[in-house]
């Protein structure tokens, strides 16, 4: 393995920890097989004991998917790990990955548990889920901040026990590079079963430094696997982020000399399909997946890219899912058509109704837009209103009135359990009237956290608006998506789906810790 990196993604699981992030078990579901298309080596798909939502959809992804290993995380006990082996029972390839805090900090303020009680738990720990599966990944939540003499301990231990792999977390994103490298490197070096796992690095991004991070545990600590997130997704200010990694170890293997074995013209698809269900928009320069990641504004950078592309391109805009790719509707699009530009961007639906709600939506849009774009069709998809069945509000109608010196007014017709409902309000501008009226009506009393519009597809004036809602109430935050060429049905839309989310009997169970 000394010449291969192993893509460890745990975007469903600490990507979904983002407030505002989670995500229901379809749209899991559609994540995890577009991570299958990527390729990615492993797919941590939740916290199977954290609650029974979270149980069935590790269930799921485990019994669909097959070209990749599924992973669910459990605390250091046997209710944990016992939960997540039961739940990766359908897996072609699952693993078990266990973790207990063996920081200072954590084992005495968190824990309250001496360091030998921790040892022990976490000797009896991988010793059970050994029992259970043949893949175990242990990991030690704020393993940098942990006094070395102790991790090397806990780490010999565990790996005594049958643990393959070793993961050392910077779960407070408190490193340096060099530091963090030497740091792995020290691990393996003083650790005399060192050669009997694979090291893996898992880096946040307080500091900004969380690919550098993991880059330098891989070239100057030896690791061979990397956990990182689509789009850095992940709690506080996210994590290492899948695609910078990805395209650093392509671009420059001269230096790391390693394979990956993802299939980079999936890497954009992925981006965006994670950030139209999370609601979380890619910044215009993130690397790789920003939309100008490949933009020369510079008279300069014109001129030269015009000339010869690698004057100041080091990658191809193609080779990581950049493309134009478009269907041209009008009303005589096929259903066909519809169904097979679905499946290359690793959308699925487990009924044919659902098909066929999706495709009448779709021709809808089709009639008020000329052109469809892959984005257009992310959204649509990701649309609650997709599949009616399942939700408890749904829009049925909206009529505004907006005029130069008079207070806007809105109506809105929606459905609450199948029933609809009318209701009316005055606001500062069109859509603040429309929530109001859904808000009258409904009186969930949420507190909204966030609004905000983002452009589905450039340069023109058809393209539809995307709306996140983020709501709070009752200590959950949701997020909500709404898509439309209408802003203001957008905003409605978006309104009734984090309500939907906000009522689902889904609830998740805080963990004691997580890596």
């Given at each position: 393995?000394?010449?291969?990196?192993?893509?460890?993604?745990?975007?469903?699981?600490?990507?979904?920890?983002?407030?505002?992030?989670?995500?229901?078990?379809?749209?899991?579901?559609?994540?995890?097989?577009?991570?299958?298309?990527?390729r990615v080596d492993v797919i941590e798909a939740g916290f199977a004991a954290s609650s029974n939502g979270d149980f069935e959809c590790v269930k799921s992804i485990a019994d669909a998917i097959k070209d990749s290993t599924v992973c669910s995380l459990a605390r250091a006990n046997d209710r944990d790990i016992a939960r997540a082996a039961e739940a990766l029972k359908?897996?072609?390839?699952?693993?078990?990955?266990?973790?207990?805090?063996?920081?200072?900090?954590h084992m005495e303020k968190k824990l309250r548990m001496t360091p030998e009680q921790v040892l022990e738990q976490a000797r009896l720990a991988v010793r059970f889920a050994r029992n259970q599966c043949a893949d175990i990944e242990f990991s030690p939540e704020d393993g940098y901040r942990s006094e070395m003499d102790f991790l090397c301990r806990v780490l010999e231990?565990?790996?005594?026990?049958g643990a393959t792999t070793i993961n050392v977390p910077d779960t407070v994103g408190y490193a340096i590079p060099e530091l963090y490298g030497d740091f792995i490197k020290t691990l393996r070096e003083r650790i005399p079963n060192s050669d009997k796992a694979i090291w893996s690095v898992h880096c946040h991004n307080d500091l900004g430094m969380a690919v550098a991070?993991?880059?330098?545990?891989?070239?100057?600590?030896?690791?061979?696997?990397?956990?990182?997130?689509?789009?850095?997704?992940?709690?506080?200010?996210?994590?290492?982020?899948?695609?910078?990694?990805?395209?650093?170890?392509?671009?420059?293997?001269?230096?790391?000399?390693?394979?990956?074995?993802?299939?980079?013209?999936?890497?954009?698809?992925?981006?965006?399909?994670?950030?139209?269900?999370?609601?979380?928009?890619?910044?215009?320069?993130?690397?790789?997946?920003?939309?100008?990641?490949?933009?020369?504004?510079?008279?300069?950078?014109?001129?030269?890219?015009?000339?010869?592309?690698?004057?100041?391109?080091?990658?191809?805009?193609?080779?990581?899912?950049?493309?134009?790719?478009?269907?041209?509707?009008?009303?005589?699009?096929?259903?066909?058509?519809?169904?097979?530009?679905?499946?290359?961007?690793?959308?699925?639906?487990?009924?044919?109704?659902?098909?066929?709600?999706?495709?009448?939506?779709?021709?809808?849009?089709?009639?008020?837009?000329?052109?469809?774009?892959?984005?257009?069709?992310?959204?649509?998809?990701?649309?609650?209103?997709?599949?009616?069945?399942?939700?408890?509000?749904?829009?049925?109608?909206?009529?505004?009135?907006?005029?130069?010196?008079?207070?806007?007014?809105?109506?809105?017709?929606?459905?609450?359990?199948?029933?609809?409902?009318?209701?009316?309000?005055?606001?500062?501008?069109?859509?603040?009237?429309?929530?109001?009226?859904?808000?009258?009506?409904?009186?969930?009393?949420?507190?909204?956290?966030?609004?905000?519009?983002?452009?589905?597809?450039?340069?023109?004036?058809?393209?539809?608006?995307?709306?996140?809602?983020?709501?709070?109430?009752?200590?959950?935050?949701?997020?909500?998506?709404?898509?439309?060429?209408?802003?203001?049905?957008?905003?409605?839309?978006?309104?009734?789906?984090?309500?939907?989310?906000?009522?689902?009997?889904?609830?998740?169970?805080?963990?004691?810790?997580?890596?």
């Amino acid at each position: 393995m000394t010449d291969r990196l192993i893509i460890f993604d745990t975007t469903l699981r600490d990507g979904e920890q983002s407030p505002g992030a989670s995500m229901t078990r379809d749209e899991k579901l559609r994540i995890a097989r577009q991570l299958e298309r990527l390729r990615v080596d492993v797919i941590e798909a939740g916290f199977a004991a954290s609650s029974n939502g979270d149980f069935e959809c590790v269930k799921s992804i485990a019994d669909a998917i097959k070209d990749s290993t599924v992973c669910s995380l459990a605390r250091a006990n046997d209710r944990d790990i016992a939960r997540a082996a039961e739940a990766l029972k359908g897996a072609n390839s699952g693993r078990i990955h266990t973790f207990i805090a063996t920081s200072p900090l954590h084992m005495e303020k968190k824990l309250r548990m001496t360091p030998e009680q921790v040892l022990e738990q976490a000797r009896l720990a991988v010793r059970f889920a050994r029992n259970q599966c043949a893949d175990i990944e242990f990991s030690p939540e704020d393993g940098y901040r942990s006094e070395m003499d102790f991790l090397c301990r806990v780490l010999e231990a565990v790996i005594a026990e049958g643990a393959t792999t070793i993961n050392v977390p910077d779960t407070v994103g408190y490193a340096i590079p060099e530091l963090y490298g030497d740091f792995i490197k020290t691990l393996r070096e003083r650790i005399p079963n060192s050669d009997k796992a694979i090291w893996s690095v898992h880096c946040h991004n307080d500091l900004g430094m969380a690919v550098a991070n993991s880059l330098a545990g891989v070239k100057i600590g030896g690791a061979r696997q990397v956990e990182c997130t689509i789009n850095g997704l992940g709690e506080r200010a996210g994590n290492c982020s899948l695609e910078e990694v990805v395209m650093a170890v392509k671009t420059r293997k001269d230096y790391f000399g390693l394979e990956v074995g993802i299939d980079t013209q999936h890497i954009v698809p992925a981006s965006r399909m994670v950030s139209q269900t999370t609601g979380f928009v890619v910044q215009p320069n993130k690397a790789v997946v920003g939309a100008n990641a490949f933009a020369h504004a510079s008279g300069i950078h014109q001129d030269g890219v015009l000339k010869a592309r690698d004057t100041y391109e080091i990658m191809r805009a193609e080779d990581v899912g950049w493309t134009a790719n478009k269907i041209v509707l009008g009303k005589l699009s096929g259903r066909n058509a519809f169904k097979q530009r679905l499946q290359e961007l690793g959308v699925s639906f487990e009924s044919e109704s659902e098909i066929n709600v999706a495709f009448a939506k779709f021709k809808e849009l089709a009639d008020r837009k000329s052109e469809i774009f892959d984005e257009d069709i992310l959204a649509l998809v990701s649309d609650e209103s997709v599949t009616p069945e399942k939700e408890q509000y749904g829009l049925v109608s909206l009529a505004q009135h907006s005029e130069t010196g008079e207070r806007p007014s809105a109506t809105v017709v929606f459905t609450i359990d199948g029933k609809e409902f009318e209701a009316q309000a005055e606001g500062n501008g069109p859509v603040d009237a429309s929530l109001k009226a859904i808000e009258s009506h409904v009186g969930s009393g949420a507190e909204l956290l966030l609004y905000s519009v983002n452009a589905i597809t450039s340069g023109s004036t058809e393209s539809q608006g995307e709306v996140t809602v983020r709501l709070q109430h009752g200590g959950r935050v949701v997020n909500g998506v709404g898509a439309d060429p209408d802003i203001v049905v957008a905003s409605a839309k978006a309104y009734l789906s984090a309500l939907n989310k906000l009522h689902s009997k889904a609830d998740k169970v805080a963990a004691q810790g997580w890596v």
